[in-house]
């Protein structure tokens, strides 16, 4: 009796967040010369799409390779790699069996060098770390990442963007912390609601209610307060070195830097804000940056329209008080392009807007050699 036993999706994580590169079916009941006869023509993808917006689609279905395992045959349908996110499909025939799967049914989803993370829960947080083979203390790079990363399955901060896996990658000497922010049993968009009805969630007055308050989702201050703590007990452990601590993090994980560096303003030798989200907490917190260098990067302009400005505001404050150690990097449409940011024709405004949001990936790939400057600075020398 022929019968699928599981289709897997095999990814990485890119530029772009988790990109699909092959399906992988396995299928029982089926002979070697029916599967001969099977071609990668014989399938179809549908919303395949490979840029920021879902607007340009993947060759698709490029080939595909048979390999028998054990009792079952594996059939890898090899594809122009294309971005996971999006609702796709796939539709085809195999010896005359009608085959139709969707990204919703996926019994497996493999990400590629995730399983260098290992998996822990401690103190009410869950996060995943990357720990170096080397001996002795070693640095760590926090990372925070953005809205649509929250829940609990402490896995997502590693899938949904670039951002911890591309650090590991670099940084192979060094503990990479991939914190998940709690939910608070309530979707990002929903989140948002909740916060409209205590006033603009992006309003800068003083003084509105938190951005984020105890128990709810984002990096409030009693969960980053529990995540420093861990990292305290890893220096305790002499596992970290207490003059090699740094903070990165992506829009909201940019205003989570803010707010951490608030909460434990004496853990980390330098941090990078990467577009922050500016509201009340987050503004005020950079307005009374503590004493630690930081280097806030973000593009001309994104879907925060007021983002820059308020930044700017408050970088021009800590200037003219003398803090060298801060600095602030607007990147430009032609900087953004280079990274396929911003290029797609027709985009709309509020697709352009979305798009350089984005900004985090010129980081990750060291531009203007923001990464490089983050992990110069120990906290035992002279600034």
């Not at 103190?123 to 809205?147: I, K, Q």
């Not at 577009?275 to 930081?294: Q, R």
């Not at 970088?315 to 280079?338: H, I, M, N």
Request: glycine share 8%; with cysteine.
């Amino acid at each position: 009796m022929r019968r699928i036993e599981k289709i897997t999706a095999k990814t990485h994580i890119g530029d772009y967040g988790q990109i699909v590169d092959s399906f992988l079916i396995s299928v029982t009941g089926i002979n070697q010369e029916e599967l001969s006869q099977v071609k990668a023509s014989d399938f179809v993808i549908k919303k395949n799409y490979k840029d920021l917006t879902g607007k340009i689609l993947s060759k698709g279905i490029i080939s595909l390779e048979i390999r028998e395992s054990e009792k079952e045959w594996e059939i890898e349908l090899i594809l122009d790699p294309f971005v996971f996110r999006y609702d796709f499909s796939v539709t085809g025939k195999i010896a005359g069996w009608e085959l139709s799967f969707t990204k919703d049914n996926l019994e497996n989803i493999w990400v590629k060098d995730t399983d260098h993370f290992k998996t822990y829960q401690e103190n009410g947080v869950n996060y995943r770390m990357y720990e170096p083979e080397c001996m002795g203390s070693r640095p760590l790079v926090l990372f925070l990442h953005g809205g649509g990363e929250c829940g609990e399955d402490n896995e997502l901060q590693l899938t949904g963007t670039i951002g911890a896996l591309r650090l590991a990658e670099r940084w192979p000497d060094m503990y990479i912390m991939a914190p998940q922010a709690p939910s608070g049993n309530l979707g990002m968009y929903e989140m948002f609601e909740v916060m409209k009805k205590r006033g603009n969630p992006f309003d800068v007055d003083m003084g509105i209610t938190p951005f984020s308050l105890k128990g709810e989702r984002g990096w409030n201050r009693d969960y980053v307060g529990r995540v420093t703590d861990i990292i305290r007990r890893l220096i305790e452990d002499g596992k970290v070195d207490k003059n090699r601590v740094y903070l990165i993090g992506m829009s909201m994980g940019g205003g989570g830097v803010l707010q951490t560096l608030s909460v434990a303003p004496d853990l980390f030798a330098a941090a990078v804000p990467i577009c922050p989200s500016m509201n009340g907490e987050s503004y005020a917190n950079l307005l009374n940056l503590p004493e630690v260098p930081v280097w806030i990067a973000t593009a001309y302009m994104d879907h925060q329209h007021g983002r820059h400005a308020h930044i700017l505001n408050a970088c021009s404050k800590l200037w003219q008080e003398g803090r060298k150690d801060v600095k602030y990097t607007l990147f430009t449409p032609e900087e953004l392009a280079k990274y396929g940011i911003g290029t797609t024709e027709d985009l709309t405004a509020k697709e352009l807007d979305a798009e350089n949001h984005n900004s985090w990936i010129l980081v990750m790939h060291n531009e203007k050699g923001i990464l490089d400057w983050m992990i110069s600075h120990q906290k035992n020398k002279q600034r």
